[in-house]
């Protein structure tokens, strides 16, 4: 299965939906852009937009709750590695409390994979920080990052686009 997602505006974005009534969209935001995303095993409906292979699907996306995207550049030959380390801590996200759905989607172009989670309140997602599971995995990124790294990650935080604010 693959995922979906471009960004524009709300409206122009709203449209899309009419006009694919059948695709489930998920409208997210930020204070710099609204994205929408959806998971289909078709094609992508988007003239520009990216397109990711699911290797990692855990929880369902709900239309409420707070995505964060960790987007890491990974090098050709460090592709295998990095997926390796995910598969092998998959079994841990069901201890995350808070966390509605996880997605590790490899890009189909293009070298920077993303880490997709949704969560059910940005409090959750702040608390998973602050966890000891979290120190645990993430405690080797205070030092150098791995070699397969292209360049450093980052992350795009989103809040899932309440419809009721969009209708006039």
Do not use: C
């Not at 309140?121 to 000891?132: A, F, V």
């Amino acid at each position: 299965m693959n995922a979906f997602m471009t960004t524009g505006t709300y409206d122009f974005l709203k449209k899309l939906e009419e006009k694919h009534s059948e695709i489930p969209f998920y409208f997210m935001k930020n204070p710099n852009s609204t994205l929408a995303y959806y998971e289909s095993n078709g094609k992508s409906i988007f003239a520009a937009g990216r397109t990711y292979e699911i290797l990692i699907k855990k929880g369902n996306i709900k239309k409420k709750g707070y995505v964060v995207m960790n987007n890491i550049p990974v090098s050709d030959e460090g592709k295998p590695v990095f997926e390796d380390r995910f598969m092998k801590q998959q079994q841990n996200l069901d201890q995350m409390s808070g966390l509605q759905a996880f997605r590790l989607l490899k890009p189909l172009k293009g070298n920077t994979y993303i880490v997709f989670t949704q969560w059910a309140t940005e409090g959750d997602y702040i608390l998973w920080k602050e966890s000891e599971h979290f120190q645990k995995s993430h405690g080797h990124q205070t030092a150098k990052p791995p070699a397969y790294f292209l360049d450093r990650p980052f992350i795009t935080e989103y809040v899932m686009v309440n419809e009721d604010d969009h209708e006039q």
